[in-house]
């Protein structure tokens, strides 16, 4: 529960006592017919229970209601001899506050019963109040002790039935930040972990076929796989960490290091890149290696050795990276599997303010991202 709303159901009861039990203990005394001193104590103590008792009905509220109907019953069967029943005086209205707390916190069965367990006690308390003597008094004081607690109780069901969109529109909002949370972690994990693996496995499997007749490059390929074994590790490592750094750590220097670690004698990689560099903002910087690695990864698990892929950076109006390979020695790429990374990546472009393009491209396959440069001071 909020703590406005906690705050403000103890403050009412307060605010109640400071207010009307002065004005009963004041109503008390100057009776026409002087009470006898026990029957006024008396009287005074059950409304001092009576606000005592409101004011526990948010933290107990069925079993203060049943314990302020049974102060209202003693009040109003209370020995008056001229005057107004003590049922009537102004400390009542705190019995009020116990309805509204039941329509609030119960079940709808309690918050039913409460209801006519509160329409019985107005019948009873304008039956028997003995200044009300026309039975037309009596409708009418029956009528208004209804209206009073019915408001009180309808107010409660409202204020239930706002808790509840509140409290439903909060676990939506914590299930799509987790669900954004995952999706973020996804989409991380597979731009660090699938495109490592995929370079461990193109390189693992260079080193098996080089081993005996050049094992230079079997030895090359096998500080490639550690390398990128290093790098997946140290990369979910940064996902999960809460002190992560909020800018990037990995700008354009790092995309020879992504291509070196892509390139074998199976995988041919041209790299070009047209125009003057220009600043990125932050969320393009977060986006350019991940465009790169899809590219290398897809062309690498897609395609059969050898293949060629040319990666091509070109700066203008827009920061546009193509990503076409020749397809290799097999099949096409049309198979690109469930197509998770991509629709990831196409995220992470659009956040960015870019957008993203795949598709065939003659015998292999071409991934196109255009990423917004900032303009020059």
Known sequence: MPRASLRLDLLVPVLLAVILLPASLVALAQQPTALP????????????????????????????????????????????????????????????????????????????????????????????????????????????????????????????LRRAQAAAQEEARVRAALADERTRISAELHDVVAHSLTVMIAQAEVARGFLREQPEVSERALDVVLDSGRSALRGMRGIVRDDAPLQPTEGLDALEDVIAGARSPETRIDLSEQGARRPLAAPVLLAVLPVVREGLTNAIRHTAPPRAVQVRLEWGTDLVITIDDDGGSGASGAGLGSGTGLAGLAERVRLAGGSLESGPMGHGWRLRAALPVEEDA
């Open 37 to 160: 001193l026990p029957f006024a104590l008396a009287a005074g103590v059950l409304f001092v229970a009576l606000h005592v008792v409101s004011f526990l009905a948010s933290r107990h509220p069925l079993g203060a209601f049943a314990t302020a109907s049974a102060i209202m019953l003693l009040l109003a069967v209370f020995p008056v001899a001229v005057g107004v029943t003590t049922a009537l005086y102004p400390s009542a209205l705190a019995y009020l506050v116990c309805v509204h707390q039941v329509a609030v916190r119960c079940e709808r069965r309690h918050a039913l019963l409460a209801i006519i367990t509160a329409v019985i006690g107005s019948g009873f308390v304008a039956l028997t109040a003995p200044e009300l003597i026309d039975p037309i008094w009596k409708l009418g004081a029956f009528l208004g002790l209804v209206a009073a607690n019915a408001a009180a109780w309808a107010f409660g069901l409202l204020q239930r």
